[in-house]
């Protein structure tokens, strides 16, 4: 099981993406659990995630993600915008599975 935690402004638009990312895994073979959260519950949500994937309207907050992530061994990354926008949820699952793989 990978564990992939989405981390944006409210949590809402992000949630949308989450069923597209859950399909492209389920394509692939993968089982996958894959929550949204607001930005700043991000301390207190990292417990048993593999991957923490950033929505692009706080990508201002990727020096503290990466600062909570390091301490726990988790890779951090900010979705693409384009991607986020076209809520392309296999392109998003590949780039947390790179990270993963890193």
Sequence with gaps: MITIRLFCSAGMSTS??????????KKKGLEVSVDAFPEAEMPKKLDGVDVVLLG???KFALPKAKKLCDE????????????????NGEK???????????
């Design 16 to 25: 949308m993406l989450i069923n597209k990312i859950e399909a492209a895994a």
């Design 56 to 58: 692009p309207q706080v």
């Design 72 to 87: 726990r061994n988790i890779p951090v990354d900010v979705i693409s915008p384009v991607d986020y926008g076209m809520m």
């Design 92 to 102: 998003v699952l590949d780039q947390a599975l790179r990270l993963i793989k890193k």
